[in-house]
């Protein structure tokens, strides 16, 4: 096994703890002794019985016969690689729990924005471990979203009011990818002639992390970085757009900003400034002190360290940039009968409409974690945070008193939680040796310095054991006495906050566990999740997320781990990390992975990254033409341009194949200056094309890479291999293919795959390099270290043969649906023996002629119970669905009739039983307010809007929450805070 950073390259699967894993045996052959807990049929919906039966009305022979037909032959994978046996859940867990135990849980002070925190019970059962909270999707829907909005909502205004601006978005994925986004908007928003360059200055004194990522992401679009003191900027330079400080800043200090405020704005540059939440409880905001963004990690709040993630960013600016913010923005609007309501804002902005025009890429965010931190804030107040805040300075102020008493310098004049000391009489590698030997975790500077970070969790203790490793000999009992009786200095003054912040309602009422509790599931039963119905969401994969996997999320030995610990100190993410590493490659087909990619866009960026870097390296700098198809994914044209490559369009055929001829025209045309093309496979379209390898072949022709998205990897697993038909990176959606729940919009990860050549340009991780060439991608070095042994469980609970049937049912179940609907819809693709392949598109224009739109199904669709299918994607007017293994026959069958019921409801509007501008569908949903009031002005029953169905009067009804949602009122009139109390619900 080769192992380079976050790479890991070849085959091997020698686990550290042999003993674990030694009962593990085939899928295929189970002993008498077995344990009955195998994984694969309780994650497969369909029972074999029914698989024969969907097969026969697809005209498959067997459900292994499926994959024969929907996949090319040229590239289906005959025989199966090396792979480990599968694990039942008991052996899995027994062996995630030895693995957890390889892991040191060290009392880490490192600091570097993660701070160790006390996750409240109620809101880790409530909301954490509860699959109504994490296995939503994204609210596109609005009405099915509400409660999952009001708390975002409520994360938003927690950030607006902390940081002192007017407007947050609803999440972004790390500080890091924050920082860097910050930047860009600075860029973006500095008027300056195409082409032209722009300076960008960075303290030296932001976190690292940070530093490493705003370079990165620099580097293609025409923008230099310069990090350097922060009394050294110098804003006379020309085309000066902005520049980045943390506050406090990485070694803890608090300074005075005024007059490089001050210097930007006579300059016209924006201020965007790191910061910390539970610092602003008590120090003057961002906005008071005149910045223009405000960004950081809210994980303090509630959420795991996770070895690095997931957790939920935040970033805040002045209303003026609202157009410019990167990320999701949940917005105040009215439904259909005038009543307030959340909703998605300015969806316009996002990459995938925008598409190369966009300025980010974002596509996940971190919505359970921003939920996480939201009801922290809410369980705790602001006269609770502030008392956190304020017991974590003090005691931060104790530490500094005493360490000073000893002998050693502090650094800092002014700080909250975070102190820098030089040591005096003692070498930092022995303050390092005593640390280490009662199990302590400090930072270590390259002066010699040591950095101490304090947070809510540090009890008195724990200070006395501090101060004794610094040299203190005063006996505990007298510590105590002593600290009993003392008054910790106040080393804020003169950055003490005067202004008020979480003043409304929602963060002031909520006091005790019972109410809490109840406002956490009257949020939950506002919401469609995976526990009422199937999310057929094509490009999504909704499939289930088992509570075996889940169980890591509040495991100690795994979520505790500071992320920038010492690698002896999390040997069992390293050997779960190498494993998963191992898996994908054999999987996929490619020789190097790199776990750090904490989105599928982000997995992107990092792969087109690569290819930038790999196109330099041999001297062909001029090569940044990106070739990408009608078919490819939606945030593809985004993450090329931020690669600084040029999107160019190639075409689709009317069966939805890309055009070979176009293509053939395309490369020829922009032969010398081709760098990639970017395609998925199957494609959006839903089909398995026959010239996939042709069109690798093609574009490898002219020196250039291919680029395949892996989003739709769900269809072929241990089937087809990208790695062998031709690709030479890709990434995988984690959240997708492999288990990790989508958590109502995050969290996500997009690890990538690339061929042997290269490897060498895969991410890197500041504390392994200190070459300013190194491309980051995200804060940490495993990205969302925390949610990966959710797809390492999910691949090694079903082994080869496992993922393999995974795949063939979910492409069988995507034909059974197809079969079954082209009798009553339009089926937009097939390949040319009429199959599809995970997923397919329903085409739905002719119901315009109706009166009916694409979105009026979606809506009608919840008066069912369902949540939509994709709509107007990739194709305007359709609907892509795609069911998934997961999902059973019984469950298939029930959507196949609600589908139909619906075409029904549509036929009697053509019928003109029903007015087009006044019948069920374009009047959905119906809430429940509306179907109990007294007036009834529809020319249809109560009975046919709220209960459409039979089957319905003996299921729980989910009930929309709220009416449709008015788009264009909520776009004219933004209001991204809380609303007044009076509009919320009794709890």
Not at 636 to 642: D, E, H, K, Y
Request: with cysteine; aromatic share 8%; hydrophobic share 35%.
């Amino acid at each position: 096994m080769h192992v380079i950073g976050t790479v890991l390259s070849g085959r091997a699967y020698t686990s550290l703890l042999p003993g674990v894993i030694r009962s593990a045996r085939p899928l295929s052959k189970q002993a008498w002794y077995s344990p009955l807990d195998d994984f694969a049929p309780r994650h497969i919906g369909p029972s074999s019985q029914e698989q024969q039966e969907m097969a026969n009305v697809c005209e498959f022979e067997h459900v292994h016969s499926c994959g024969v037909s929907c996949i090319p032959s040229s590239i289906h994978l005959k025989d199966l690689p090396e792979f480990p046996k599968p694990l039942s859940e008991t052996e899995m867990l027994s062996y995630l729990g030895e693995l957890g135990k390889q892991n040191k849980r060290f009392r880490s002070y490192i600091g570097l924005g993660y701070s160790n925190t006390i996750t409240p019970s109620p809101i880790k059962l409530n909301i954490l471990q509860n699959p109504g909270w994490y296995t939503p999707y994204t609210p596109y829907q609005a009405e099915v979203a509400q409660g999952r909005m009001e708390s975002l909502l409520n994360f938003q205004t927690m950030v607006e009011d902390l940081t002192g601006f007017a407007v947050a978005n609803a999440s972004l994925l790390d500080e890091a990818t924050a920082g860097a986004e910050a930047m860009a908007m600075c860029a973006s928003s500095y008027k300056r002639k195409r082409g032209e360059r722009v300076t960008f200055f960075v303290d030296e004194l932001t976190h690292p992390q940070v530093i490493a990522l705003i370079r990165s992401r620099a580097r293609y679009i025409d923008v230099d970085v310069i990090v350097t003191k922060r009394e050294n900027f110098d804003f006379t330079m020309k085309n000066v757009c902005g520049c980045v400080v943390q506050y406090p800043d990485t070694e803890g200090s608090l300074v005075d900003m005024k007059d490089t405020i001050s210097a930007a704005k006579e300059a016209g540059a924006m201020v965007a400034m790191g910061t910390d939440l539970l610092a602003l409880t008590l120090i003057t905001p961002p906005a008071e002190l005149g910045a223009d963004i405000a960004y950081g990690n809210s994980q303090r709040f509630g959420v795991p360290l996770g070895y690095g993630g997931p957790h939920a960013a935040f970033f805040a600016c002045d209303s003026a940039y609202l157009r410019r913010l990167p990320g999701r923005l949940i917005g105040v609007t009215k439904d259909a009968q005038g009543n307030h309501a959340y909703r998605l804002s300015l969806q316009t902005r996002e990459n995938q409409i925008k598409r190369e025009n966009a300025t980010s890429n974002i596509c996940t965010a971190q919505a359970l974690l921003a939920n996480v931190a939201a009801m922290y804030a809410v369980y705790h107040g602001p006269e609770g945070l502030k008392k956190i805040a304020t017991r974590v300075h003090n005691l931060t102020s104790a530490l500094a008193q005493e360490i000073t008493k000893q002998g050693h310098t502090v650094k800092n004049n002014f700080f909250f939680d975070t102190i820098k000391i030089s040591p005096n009489g003692i070498s930092q590698d022995e303050l390092k040796d005593r640390s280490v030997a009662i199990g302590m975790n400090f930072r270590y500077f390259d002066d010699g310095d040591v950095g101490i970070s304090l947070d809510e969790t540090v009890k008195i203790e724990d200070v006395y054991d501090i101060i004794t490793v610094f040299g203190g000999s005063m006996m505990r009992s007298e510590f105590f006495e002593a600290m009993d009786s003392a008054e910790p200095k106040n080393n804020l003054s003169p950055f003490t906050r005067t202004s008020s912040y979480l003043t409304h309602p929602i963060f002031n009422k909520i006091k005790s566990e019972t109410h809490l509790m109840r406002y956490c599931k009257s949020l939950e039963n506002k919401d469609i999740s995976l526990t009422h119905s199937m999310i057929p969401l094509g490009s999504c994969t909704m499939k289930l997320n088992s509570a075996s996997s889940m169980e890591v999320l509040t495991n100690p030995d795994f979520a505790s781990i500071h992320p920038f610990v010492p690698d002896d100190q999390a040997l069992g993410y390293q050997i779960l990390c190498n494993e998963l590493m191992s898996d994908l490659c054999a999987i996929s087909g490619y020789d190097g992975v790199s776990l750090q990619p904490n989105s599928g866009a982000q997995g992107e960026l990092a792969g087109m990254f690569a290819i930038r870097a790999y196109h330099d390296s041999r001297g062909d700098h001029h090569r940044k033409m990106c070739l990408i198809p009608g078919s490819a994914h939606g945030t593809n044209p985004a993450s090329a341009v931020m690669a600084g490559m040029k999107v160019v369009k190639v075409n689709n055929l009317p069966t939805g194949y890309v055009d070979i001829e176009h293509l053939k025209t395309q490369c020829e045309k922009h032969k010398d200056k081709l760098a990639a093309i970017m395609i998925t496979y199957p494609s959006t379209y839903g089909v398995f094309e026959e010239n996939v390898t042709e069109i690798c072949d093609l574009v490898h022709s002219y020196g250039a890479q291919v680029y395949l998205d892996g989003a739709n990897m769900n269809a072929q697993m241990m089937l087809a291999r990208p790695g062998d038909y031709g690709a030479d990176v890709s990434h995988f959606n984690l959240h997708k293919t492999f288990s990790i729940p989508h958590g109502g919009g995050g969290p996500g990860m997009g690890p990538i795959g690339v061929k042997e050549h290269l490897i060498p340009f895969l991410p890197g991780f500041v504390f392994d390099s200190n070459s300013d060439e190194m491309t980051q991608i995200s804060s940490a070095k495993y990205g969302s270290a925390l949610i990966l042994p959710i797809s390492w469980a999910f691949i090694r609970m079903l082994g080869a043969e496992g993922l393999r049937k995974s795949s063939q049912v979910a492409v069988l179940n995507a034909n059974y649906m197809a079969s079954k609907l082209k009798h009553h819809f339009n089926i937009a693709y097939t390949r040319h023996n009429g199959t599809v392949a995970h997923e397919f598109i329903l085409d739905v224009k002719p119901f315009k002629k109706h009166g009916i739109e694409c979105m009026d199904i979606a809506k009608r669709l919840q008066d069912y119970g369902y949540h939509s299918p994709t709509v107007s994607w990739p194709v305007h007017d359709s609907l892509m669905i795609e069911p998934t293994e997961s999902e059973s026959k019984e469950e298939i069958d029930r959507f196949i009739s609600v589908l139909i019921s619906i075409k029904n409801e549509v036929e009697e509007v053509a019928e003109g039983l029903y007015p087009k501008d006044n019948n069920v569908i374009v009047n959905a949903p119906h809430t429940a307010l509306v179907s109990l009031s007294e007036e009834w002005p529809y020319p249809y029953s109560r009975e046919k809007a709220a209960f459409p169905a039979p089957w319905m009067r003996h299921h729980s009804k989910v009930w929309p929450g709220c009416g449709r949602v008015d788009d264009v009122y909520g776009d004219r009139n933004i209001v991204c805070s809380c609303p007044p109390m009076d509009s919320y619900e009794d709890l």
